[in-house]
């Protein structure tokens, strides 16, 4: 295995593409550059995801003009090729909501324009609450959540409703669009306080079901941020920070059925113990069923920032790296490329944001600070997003930033982060064997040939986690893949969803027949 190569490069878009690794090889840098922020000064709270389609969205909280009461919730698209924002617009308006650095409003986009997005607004004061006094603490009157979705690609939104009808007390919300266009929500909650309990709960529901609320963990961190990720198998995995009766505050993670949740279990055994909320919740990501975990722990008085991977949809996660190089704040985000590399950031003490490179190999490579030492300190949560995934050969994966500034005025700021995928591979490597275009495409299945016929094969499969479960399963395929001989045979292959169909391709037919 090579050595962990520590590589801290401060570039500008104008900087040199490459940085000397050695006598013999160049390594490749990350780069970046700002992209104009649609977001007007005073701006807060952005957050990122990306739609099936490869647009980026970008959703803020944005002070109205001539009414210092009131705020815009808005957002903005950034399509794969475009070189700008598209022209902000409004999700929803309002006074008395809850703003905090923390606790920020989010977005999840589906298919075809749908979109959905979540915001905070304070609870009413009531005197026997406060004493006759208009002030709150974060559990007293505290904040509920609102959520609005479109149809139509932003065009229109639905009048806000509730989050949940159970409780006003709503907190760290995380949205995940399934599969089926059904939106995932989970939720600290502070029921439990309000009637008197020492226990902050965790919450989900499916937005626009019936039903109650579902209890997923009994006794999590105050208020760390939540992070959902979904499977093309309709499932989706959750990561937060628990609390165990000793004071524990690890990472755990909960895997949903469709309908029901798996018991939570540790992510891993860092052992912090702290008597009171870091504020610094964990991030996931997927591609098909393989997922990246980060976070920060300060266990045994040490803060660090920890990356974790796992093959199969979060049954196990490897032993983490360590990323950090000094003195980490935490405020993680991560992505994952098709071809397995990872990328994770975080901000400094010193307000500096990074961000690191895993490779497909599971080794720390390089890392980036997005912004020159002279430059604003970057502030809030800063996310990440994926712009354009590596497509195999020499080709790049582009990033999206945002990040609060302190500069002047103070706001947010976006950035596109450019990462020579295939040029890093073959350096890392040392040899020109990137993967192609049709290596990475779908995701790989074995299985037994049962009937082939009409270009549909039907195959009996073990567990591909989040992709399938076990069973039997039709996939279309052309009709030169196999032959109706081929049935009885066992195959290696990859699969991949076509138009709303499951397709069954670069078929390998095992050399002894199955018995």
Same mark, same amino acid.
């Given at each position: 295995?090579?050595?962990?190569?520590?590589?801290?490069?401060?570039?500008?878009?104008?900087?040199?593409?490459?940085?000397?690794?050695?006598?013999?090889?160049?390594?490749?840098?990350?780069?970046?550059?700002?992209?104009?922020?649609?977001?007007?000064?005073?701006? !807060?709270?952005?957050? /990122?995801?990306?739609?099936?389609?490869?647009?980026?969205?970008?959703?803020?909280?944005?002070?109205?003009?001539?009414?210092?009461?009131?705020?815009?919730?808005?957002?903005?698209?950034?399509?794969?090729?475009?070189?700008?924002?598209?022209?902000?617009?409004?999700?929803?308006?309002?006074?008395?909501?809850?703003?905090?650095?923390?606790?920020?409003?989010?977005?999840?986009?589906?298919?075809?324009?749908?979109?959905?997005?979540?915001?905070?607004?304070?609870?009413?004061?009531?005197?026997?609450?406060?004493?006759?006094?208009?002030?709150?603490?974060?559990?007293?009157?505290?904040?509920?959540?609102?959520?609005?979705?479109?149809?139509?690609?932003? #065009?229109?939104?639905?009048?806000?409703?509730?989050?949940?009808?159970?409780?006003?007390?709503?907190?760290?919300?995380?949205?995940?669009?399934?599969?089926?266009?059904?939106?995932?929500?989970?939720?600290?909650?502070?029921?439990?306080?309000?009637?008197?309990?020492?226990?902050?709960?965790?919450?989900?529901?499916?937005?626009?079901?019936?039903?109650?609320?579902?209890?997923?963990? @009994?006794?999590?961190?105050?208020?760390?941020?939540?992070?959902?990720?979904?499977?093309?198998?309709?499932?989706?995995?959750? @990561?937060?920070?628990?609390?165990? !009766?000793?004071?524990?505050?690890?990472?755990?993670?909960?895997?949903?059925?469709?309908?029901?949740?798996?018991?939570?279990?540790?992510?891993?055994?860092?052992?912090?113990?702290?008597?009171?909320?870091?504020?610094?919740?964990?991030?996931?990501?997927?591609?098909?069923?393989?997922?990246?975990?980060?976070?920060?722990?300060?266990?045994?008085?040490?803060?660090?920032?920890?990356?974790?991977?796992?093959?199969?949809?979060?049954?196990?996660?490897?032993?983490?790296?360590?990323?950090?190089?000094?003195?980490?704040?935490?405020?993680?985000?991560?992505?994952?490329?098709?071809?397995?590399?990872?990328?994770?950031?975080?901000?400094?003490?010193?307000?500096?944001?990074?961000?690191?490179?895993?490779?497909?190999?599971?080794?720390?490579?390089? !890392?980036?600070?997005?912004?020159?030492?002279?430059?604003?300190?970057?502030?809030?949560?800063?996310?990440?997003?994926?712009?354009?995934?590596?497509?195999?050969?020499?080709?790049?994966?582009?990033?999206?930033?945002?990040?609060?500034?302190?500069?002047?005025?103070?706001?947010?700021?976006?950035?596109?982060?450019?990462?020579?995928?295939?040029?890093?591979?073959?350096?890392?490597?040392?040899?020109?064997?990137?993967?192609?275009?049709? #290596?990475?495409?779908?995701?790989?299945?074995?299985?037994?040939?049962?009937?082939?016929?009409?270009?549909?094969?039907?195959?009996?499969?073990?567990?591909?986690?989040?992709?399938?479960?076990?069973?039997?399963?039709?996939?279309?395929?052309?009709?030169?893949?196999?032959?109706?001989?081929?049935?009885?045979?066992?195959? /290696?292959?990859?699969?991949?969803?076509?138009?709303?169909?499951?397709?069954?391709?670069?078929?390998?037919?095992?050399?002894?027949?199955?018995?």
């Amino acid at each position: 295995m090579r050595p962990t190569l520590l590589l801290f490069a401060f570039v500008a878009a104008a900087s040199p593409a490459l940085f000397a690794a050695g006598p013999e090889r160049q390594v490749p840098a990350i780069t970046f550059q700002e992209i104009p922020t649609p977001a007007a000064p005073g701006s !807060s709270g952005g957050s /990122l995801v990306t739609a099936p389609d490869g647009s980026v969205w970008l959703s803020w909280l944005e002070p109205m003009a001539g009414d210092g009461s009131r705020l815009s919730l808005k957002f903005s698209t950034l399509a794969p090729s475009a070189a700008a924002w598209t022209a902000p617009r409004v999700i929803a308006t309002g006074a008395n909501w809850f703003v905090n650095w923390a606790d920020f409003p989010a977005i999840t986009a589906g298919r075809n324009g749908h979109a959905t997005a979540v915001w905070f607004v304070s609870n009413p004061v009531l005197p026997s609450e406060s004493g006759g006094s208009a002030v709150h603490d974060h559990h007293g009157p505290g904040y509920h959540a609102v959520v609005s979705s479109t149809r139509d690609h932003g #065009q229109t939104w639905s009048g806000p409703e509730p989050l949940t009808r159970e409780s006003n007390s709503v907190e760290f919300v995380s949205l995940a669009t399934l599969a089926d266009g059904r939106v995932l929500t989970c939720w600290l909650d502070g029921r439990a306080k309000k009637a008197g309990r020492d226990v902050q709960q965790l919450f989900a529901r499916v937005l626009g079901t019936d039903g109650a609320d579902q209890p997923v963990d @009994a006794s999590v961190c105050d208020c760390c941020q939540t992070t959902l990720t979904a499977f093309p198998d309709g499932t989706a995995l959750l @990561a937060y920070r628990g609390r165990s !009766s000793d004071e524990v505050r690890d990472i755990r993670h909960a895997r949903f059925r469709g309908r029901n949740w798996d018991e939570p279990r540790p992510l891993h055994a860092d052992d912090w113990r702290i008597q009171g909320c870091p504020v610094n919740g964990p991030q996931l990501a997927s591609d098909g069923g393989r997922v990246a975990a980060a976070w920060f722990t300060a266990a045994d008085n040490d803060p660090r920032v920890l990356a974790s991977f796992s093959p199969d949809a979060g049954a196990r996660f490897l032993m983490p790296l360590r990323l950090d190089a000094d003195k980490p704040a935490g405020r993680v985000d991560t992505i994952l490329l098709r071809d397995g590399a990872m990328l994770v950031s975080w901000l400094g003490v010193d307000g500096a944001l990074w961000l690191r490179r895993i490779t497909p190999e599971f080794t720390a490579a390089q !890392s980036v600070r997005l912004g020159s030492p002279g430059a604003s300190r970057a502030t809030g949560v800063p996310r990440i997003a994926l712009r354009r995934d590596y497509a195999g050969g020499r080709t790049d994966a582009e990033l999206v930033v945002v990040a609060g500034s302190d500069g002047d005025p103070r706001g947010l700021s976006t950035l596109l982060v450019t990462v020579p995928e295939g040029a890093l591979l073959e350096a890392e490597r040392e040899c020109e064997c990137t993967p192609s275009a049709d #290596q990475l495409r779908g995701y790989p299945i074995r299985g037994t040939i049962l009937a082939v016929e009409s270009g549909v094969v039907r195959v009996r499969h073990p567990d591909v986690p989040g992709i399938f479960a076990a069973g039997t399963q039709d996939f279309r395929m052309a009709s030169s893949t196999l032959a109706p001989e081929s049935a009885g045979r066992q195959f /290696l292959g990859r699969i991949e969803p076509r138009d709303g169909d499951w397709w069954l391709f670069d078929v390998r037919i095992a050399a002894i027949p199955a018995r």
